[in-house]
T-cell receptor, first 113, second 113 residues
Framework: GQQVMQIPQYQHVQEGEDFTTYCNSS?????IQWYKQRPGGHPVFLIQ?????EVKKQKRLTFQFGEAKKNSSLHITATQTTDVGTYFC?????????????FGTGTRLTIIP | DTGVSQDPRHKITKRGQNVTFRCDPI?????LYWYRQTLGQGPEFLTY????????KSRLLSDRFSAERPKGSFSTLEIQRTEQGDSAMYLC???????????FGSGTRLTVV
């Protein structure tokens, strides 16, 4: 079945430093979605990327979808304590009519004040 | 509150007991999903409903698991003869469009002792 991996598994940064997480799928994706889960919380949808090579920005967050539509990245500029949490990418499985999302392994971000 | 509601938030049960969880999706969403999340992992797909029809089930959903969505509104997830390996966070999510971001509930944390 489809596998979605993320690196790194953990990232500790000083407040104000940048952060990047990378997502790789074993199969080509029709789209990639990103979610954020705060400690003790539930996943919250951030964004969806659909087109090959697409780049989207949300304030300090920049999301990219690879040309081959098998990888993606999330970059946070000048991290703040509110960015703490685990960031998951997720891709739909075409064998399930795109209704089943396979989530990545997640990157847990901690901020050192 | 127009979000996804799950009840109970926490459930501690003895091994071998049956448990039932409830999910109330966002009213205008016709799609409802159940996911399971263990510590340090991303959510894993369990099953999916479109209106009242259960369209997909993961192989993770053994014969001890059953889900229903009567009348296409709320959904229940029942686990019979619970095992310690069932301990996890059970997340419900709803969506309005295929292949777009889900809204997750706060989850039900199950502990089997």
């Amino acid at each position: 079945g489809q596998q979605v991996m993320q690196i790194p598994q953990y990232q500790h940064v000083q407040e104000g430093e940048d952060f990047t997480t990378y997502c790789n799928s074993s199969t080509t994706l029709s789209n990639i979605q990103w979610y954020k889960q705060r400690p003790g919380g539930h996943p919250v949808f951030l964004i969806q990327l659909v087109k090959s090579g697409e780049v989207k920005k949300q304030k300090r967050l920049t999301f990219q979808f690879g040309e081959a539509k098998k990888n993606s990245s999330l970059h946070i500029t000048a991290t703040q304590t509110t960015d703490v949490g685990t960031y998951f990418c997720a891709g739909p499985e075409s064998n399930f009519g795109n209704e089943k999302l396979t989530f990545g392994t997640g990157t847990r971000l901690t901020i050192i004040p | 509150d127009t979000g996804v509601s799950q009840d109970p938030r926490h459930k501690i049960t003895k091994r071998g007991q049956n448990v039932t969880f409830r999910c109330d999706p966002i009213s205008e969403h016709n799609r409802l999903y159940w996911y399971r999340q263990t510590l340090g992992q991303g959510p894993e797909f369990l099953t999916y409903f479109q209106n009242e029809a259960q369209l997909e089930k993961s192989r993770l959903l053994s014969d001890r698991f059953s889900a229903e969505r009567p009348k296409g509104s709320f959904s229940t997830l029942e686990i019979q003869r619970t095992e310690q390996g069932d301990s996890a966070m059970y997340l419900c999510a709803s969506g309005q469009r295929v292949n777009y971001g889900y809204t997750f509930g706060s989850g039900t944390r199950l502990t089997v002792v």
